[in-house]
Structure formats: C-alpha cells, structure tokens
C-alpha cells in the first residue's frame, strides 16, 4: 500500500507525502471539504485529472485533519494505492418512504465476495438515522465483518450534510468502501474521556431528535440540576454535558450529545434519535482527560496490527470541536506522537463516529475520537 496526502487549493496539490509514482495505480481517493466546496465541485476536475483511474470518495466535515493540524475551509485528500489487496465500492441515496434500516441492507447487499474483511462507510449526517444504518448493514455483511466512518459534517449548522462518490454528490448519501483479501490489516481505537454521573432515567417519550420526557418528567429540568451553576451557559455549555444511553440490543453505553434545549417546552435536543425505553443518564470529564485520548485510541489501534500502519484516518465528534476551540490541535497532535512524521493522518469532524466497540459490531458514537489504521502485510 502507497498513500500520497495532499491539501488541494487554486487548482494546485501540496503534498505532505507523495509516495505514490503512478498516478494511474490509484485504487481510491478519500476527499474531506467543508459542505461549500463539496457544492461548487471545483476540487473535482483537478483531483479526477491527477489520479485518472480512481474512485473519489467525498464527505463534508466540520473541520478536516491534516497530519497534526485541523484546518477549516479546505479541501484535504489521501489517495491510496493498493498492492496486495483490493476494493469494491457501492453507493446508495436514501428514497422517500426509505428507513436508513433499508438502505443499509441494499447497501451491503453489493459486496458478495467471501474475502471481504473491512468496509470504510461515510454517511449523511442529517438525514441519515447512523443507528439504523449499521443495523441494516449487518444483515447482508453478518458480524465477521468490521465497519468504521463517520456521518458527515457542516460545520456547526448542523442541517445539510453531502456526500458523493466520484461526481454524484448530494444529501441523503451513503458511500461504503468493502476491502478485500487476507493480506490488509486493519486496526481499530477509540477514546471518549467522559465520566458518568449520578442517576439513571428511562425516555419515555421523544419526537425525532427530540427527548421531550425522562421518567415522565421534563427532561431539560433534570439536566439543568445536573449541571448546577452551569446550565447558565446553555445551549452552548451543553457539550460538557453529553449523555450516556443504553439502548436495547447496543453492546456497551455509547455517547449522545445534547446539541440544543427547548426552554419553553422543556425539552433536549440531541444528535440522533434516542427510543422510548432507553437508559440515560448523565456525563461529564475533565478537559485533559478528553484531549489526552488520542494518544490512547492510537496505541489501542496499534495493538491489533501486526507491523507499521501505512495511512491513519481519524475520525472525532464536532461536539469536541466545539468544545475544545483553539486547544483542539492538541487531539490530533498527540496521535501524530505516537505514530511519529512518517504515518500519513487524515481524516474529519464529524456529526457521529462510527467503530467497533470492544472489537465487536460497530456502534455510532458522538463526542467520541475514533482512530482506524491501515496496512498491507
């Protein structure tokens, strides 16, 4: 495997790392824009031209990762050549009347191979349910094989996400990329830094991403004696306050954030839809413990390979973002530490984190930094 990673601006690359000589022998690129660019399309004609035989796979972020910088408002890419395994790539667009559920399904329903080990799946992130999806995936896949991605960003407006596979980019996307072959490897970490607190409550009603009553109380009320003195600072001082849900069926507590709250009704308004049922309760961390996470995820991730990986893609939550402002470059520096100059890092904030949870299905996360690295053996 050769990776090349290059920014993109004014129709001319600046490569990080270029170890790629033929061009032709690119089996796909990965493109990380704000929603923006991935509506002008003006990246496409230069990066198409450069790597001819490729397919380009493009997602909006909220912030792309570039070595150990997060840089905003610019197009990254990693192109990648494979010399000892291969990829199938399928797409899928969510139709009216569709479940993300179904589009899972048709979506896996593409890769026949029995060498398959490892899709890479970059989804909507708005109007995409990332739950379902993974659910309807593993039906046609079964659960050999392991998943990592994200849900694609915008920034912090949170309402029109894109993704696209060569030319066709749009809303309501899914693109998976299915590798193939006993020689890839592939390593998986994780890392959220968040502590739980207090008591546990049950939903017991919501409307899409709303959570409109825990134990058949204003859920927003409950929260705000949580938080103390902090709930002053809402909405925004939500991202310090994530919440833990246990949804039936899900292999381990995962991360949901509170994105806004409803004063007047006395609701919260979370990432993803959380089902009547579920157990919640409620977070928070110390900010040296989030950021030092990274370095964790990394060594996790490095634990299951079996030599130096050839490209990192790093995936981490908009909520963090937010939430660590100008400090954020220290996440992804630390990740560059333990993986030293030589290892390409790329990859995007995000509107949910896709990975494995304990190296079994993979779960959607938020307010999580997911780590997934690559070799050829």
């Known amino acids: 495997m050769k990776v090349d990673q290059f920014l993109f601006k004014d ?11 033929d061009k032709n022998s690119v089996s796909f690129v990965l493109v990380f824009a704000p929603r923006q660019e991935m509506e002008s399309q003006g990246w496409f004609k230069g990066i198409s031209k450069k790597y001819p035989q490729a397919d380009i796979v493009s997602c909006s972020s909220s912030g792309e990762v570039y070595l150990s910088e997060v840089i905003d408002n610019s197009v990254t890419g990693m192109a990648v050549a494979l010399q000892k395994s291969s990829v199938e790539i399928h797409s899928m667009k969510l139709e ?46 079964g659960r050999d094989v392991l998943i990592s991605g994200g849900l694609a960003g915008d920034g912090a407006n949170f309402s029109k996400t894109l993704v696209g596979l060569n030319g066709e980019i749009d809303e309501g996307q899914v693109v998976a990329i299915g590798f193939y072959g006993q020689q890839i490897e592939i390593g998986f970490g994780s890392h959220g830094g968040w ?22 109380k204003s859920p927003l009320n409950l929260y705000k004696q949580f938080m103390g003195d902090d709930a002053d600072g809402l909405p925004g001082a939500a991202l310090l306050y994530p919440l833990s849900v246990v949804i039936p069926e899900s292999e381990s507590p995962l991360v949901r954030t509170v994105y806004s709250v409803d004063e007047v009704l006395g609701h919260l308004i979370v990432g993803q839809e959380i089902p009547v049922g579920t157990e919640v309760r409620f977070m928070k961390a110390e900010f040296d413990d989030l950021l030092n996470g990274s370095g964790q995820a990394v060594q996790k991730a490095l634990s299951t390979l079996n030599g130096v990986p050839e490209f990192c893609l790093v995936i981490s939550c908009i909520g963090r973002k937010l939430l ?23 990859g995007f904030y995000s509107y949910g984190e896709i990975c494995p949870a ?6 959607l996360h938020h307010q999580m930094l997911a780590v997934t690295l690559f070799r050829e053996n």
């Open 11 to 21: 129709d001319e690359f600046k490569y990080s790392h270029e170890n790629i000589e």
């Open 96 to 141: 009216d009347g569709d479940s993300s559920k179904a589009l899972g399904e048709r979506l896996s329903a593409g890769f026949t191979a029995t060498d398959l080990r490892h899709v890479l799946v970059f989804s909507d992130g708005w109007l995409i349910n990332g739950v379902e999806l993974l659910e309807g995936m593993y039906g046609p896949l």
């Open 195 to 216: 502590d739980v607190f207090g008591d546990s409550h049950i939903v017991t009603a919501t409307e899409g991403r709303v959570i409109k009553a825990l134990d058949g």
């Open 324 to 346: 660590f402002d100008r400090k954020i470059e220290e996440e992804i520096a630390s990740t560059q530490s333990v993986l030293g100059n030589e290892v390409p890092i790329g």
């Open 358 to 363: 304990k190296r079994g299905l993979a779960e």
